[in-house]
């Protein structure tokens, strides 16, 4: 007989058609086990067994503990997966694709991301070696009909490939036996060509699988595109910036990149090995898709894929403004602006408001599309029935939010900007300059968790506790703050961020603190992630990223407030050579400040006794 036990202290319950009820009839959020006893229920001793299972338990999901599979093709299917996630340290990414389709792109932005999430990552372009040995070519050396060619083509893409092997096995090399590499930095490498037949990439695949000792995951990567305005647009960017057209005018090189497409097309096979992992990027993210993608790694780079996207709009980062309450520990969490960090706060709005418009501007003479978004009244938390369209005229709305959490900024013929910040008061009032405004608040933007040492400044910290504080001397990125978290910790936690960012195709405004935002501009750069403490970030000023043809980003700094104010030690002439109009020159102004004595760990001169503390500077 089978046997229904409840684990509720609600008491006795019956079971009918609707589940298990109590007294009350309702259902209670109740624990259900379920014993079988060796004895069952049957009309007649001729009858099997019969198992009941609860109504209840089939839609909620079964309680009964996995089990292995016995069907071979499920074992097949689960003994595939585990050999596709085994956690291999090294990984070999391998673009595939037809001229002009954006792989060189791809392969950039790989690169940036994966070096700033602290992997070990390099292209490795067989068009470069080729230019090296062979010169410049024209579309007869891509032909498959020329011999020669073809083959001073398969010895540059061999070259490459041993290159790139050389490279991943240089920190085993380093470090000797398997047992020392363990856990060694993950080191990636973007194979750049369009390996555009089954042949080559067999090649690839048997070279990757032949390094048994330490063992190289593989993972394809097809960028196909077949949008005629944006493959034109593609074609005109390689043949004005590639060493192969130099000499010929736009037309003429035109003209023998299509030839080049051409004779790719003849012998080009896509990716249809299913017994691979091979990621598919269609139109530059307007589709993906994966197959057999399990891996660490692997699974990481598929939301990027989708993100990126060769758009114009710039990204806005600000930190916190001045706030006048500290606690009696050191610093509140919870403090609001003071009337300095008021003031930022104002023209904060100013700046974006302006630039805002001068980027729409830009983007409306260049003809590009702004996609439709559906509008809020501010009164109303529902997307309008309109939908009114952001196209080339945008309506005359100003801080109401948009889907996805798009302001309008206020003007006659406004522009769009997505604002966000962190939790903290002093933040979400810096980017909260309209009172109409909506600010998207995000707990990954918070600061740097110093857990234990919440509220302390760095000089307590180094007083009270000496021997922890050596530790994070020597290793600011990796030591962790007890109960907290580390630099190396924050990048992890910023991953989704760098990817809302990526896939914006309007402006962004981020007001957060000094530690995000240095890990933030250390992805920008792409400077070495694990100098990130090192990365000067003033206050009242403003870092614009804008991207720019290949998938890195220009940087420019903007003082909202006249650092006159911030530099009473200096002279005129230090602080006039430091400022050029309204956009500060960093190099310039960092070595009029001075280094610091330590890295920066902290954001000390958000309050008005920081700021005093400091001499008067906003500069940590």
């Not at 499920?74 to 050999?83: C, E, F, S, V």
């Not at 890990?519 to 206050?539: H, N, Q």
């Not at 330590?598 to 500077?617: C, K, M, Q, S, Y």
Request: proline share 5%; hydrophobic share 35%.
């Amino acid at each position: 007989m089978s046997e229904w036990i409840a684990k509720n202290d609600v008491g006795k319950g019956s079971l009918d058609e609707g589940g298990l009820k109590d007294k009350t009839g309702t259902s209670p959020p109740i624990d259900i086990r379920i014993r079988t006893s060796s004895v069952a229920s049957v009309d007649s001793d001729d009858q099997p067994p019969v198992v009941k299972t609860p109504p209840s338990t089939y839609y909620a999901g079964s309680m009964a503990p996995a089990s292995l599979p016995k069907a071979s093709t499920t074992k097949q299917l689960m003994l595939k997966r585990a050999a596709l996630t085994a956690s291999a340290s090294r990984l070999v990414i391998v673009l595939v694709g037809l001229p002009g389709r954006g792989k060189s792109f791809i392969a950039r932005k790989l690169e940036l991301f994966l070096n700033w999430m602290g992997a070990r990552c390099k292209v490795f372009n067989v068009g470069r070696y080729r230019r090296h040995l062979e010169g410049s070519a024209n579309a007869d050396f891509f032909s498959s009909s020329n011999k020669d060619a073809a083959s001073a083509r398969e010895k540059v893409a061999s070259l490459a490939l041993a290159d790139m092997f050389t490279w991943l096995e240089e920190p085993m090399t380093r470090l000797g036996e398997v047992e020392d590499w363990a856990g060694v930095q993950d080191s990636v490498a973007v194979f750049d060509a369009t390996n555009s037949t089954r042949k080559r990439r067999e090649k690839i695949k048997a070279a990757c699988n032949a390094r048994k000792r330490h063992p190289v995951g593989l993972v394809f990567v097809e960028s196909v595109c077949d949008d005629e305005g944006l493959l034109e647009d593609n074609f005109r960017l390689k043949v004005r910036n590639s060493p192969d057209f130099e000499g010929m005018t736009e037309e003429e090189a035109m003209r023998d990149l299509k030839d080049r497409v051409k004779n790719y097309e003849m012998v080009y096979e896509t990716l249809d090995d299913d017994d691979s992992s091979y990621i598919k990027v269609y139109n530059l993210s307007s589709k993906i898709m994966a197959n057999n993608i399990f891996g660490r790694t692997s699974k990481t780079i598929i939301p990027c894929l989708m993100a990126w996207n060769i758009g114009t709009r710039p990204i806005w980062l600000c930190r916190a403004g001045e706030t006048e309450e500290c606690s009696v520990k050191g610093r509140s969490r919870d403090a609001h602006l003071s009337e300095r960090g008021a003031e930022l706060r104002d023209k904060l709005g100013v700046f974006v408001r302006e630039r805002s418009m001068r980027w729409k501007k830009e983007v409306d003479g260049q003809g590009d599309y702004m996609p439709s978004m559906g509008m809020v009244d501010e009164n109303d938390t529902k997307p309008s029935s309109s939908d009114k369209k952001l196209g080339k005229k945008f309506s005359n709305f100003h801080g109401v939010r948009l889907g996805s959490g798009v302001a309008v900024v206020e003007g006659s013929d406004a522009a769009p900007c997505k604002i966000i910040s962190s939790t903290m008061p002093r933040a979400y009032e810096t980017a909260n300059y309209e009172s109409s405004c909506w600010v998207e608040q995000s707990s990954h933007l918070n600061p740097l968790d110093k857990g234990d040492f919440t509220g302390m400044e760095m000089g307590g910290i180094k007083k009270e506790h000496p021997e922890w504080y050596k530790k994070l001397e020597k290793d600011p990125f990796r030591t962790r703050f007890p109960g907290g978290e580390s630099y190396e910790d924050l990048v992890k936690r910023l991953e989704s961020v760098i990817i809302d960012f990526e896939q914006q195709i309007v402006p962004v405004l981020v007001v957060s603190h000094v530690s995000v935002l240095q890990c933030l501009v250390a992805y920008f750069r792409g400077s070495p992630i694990d100098k990130c403490t090192e990365i000067a970030f003033p206050m009242d000023t403003v870092v614009e990223m804008k991207p720019v043809k290949g998938g890195m980003w220009q940087e420019s700094r903007f003082s909202l407030i006249s650092p006159r104010s911030r530099m009473s030690t200096l002279d005129d002439a230090s602080v006039a050579s430091a400022m050029s109009g309204n956009s500060l020159n960093m190099d310039d102004l960092e070595e009029a400040l001075g280094q610091t004595e330590h890295p920066i760990w902290e954001d000390p001169a958000h309050t008005v006794e920081g700021r005093r503390a400091l001499g008067g500077f906003a500069e940590v």
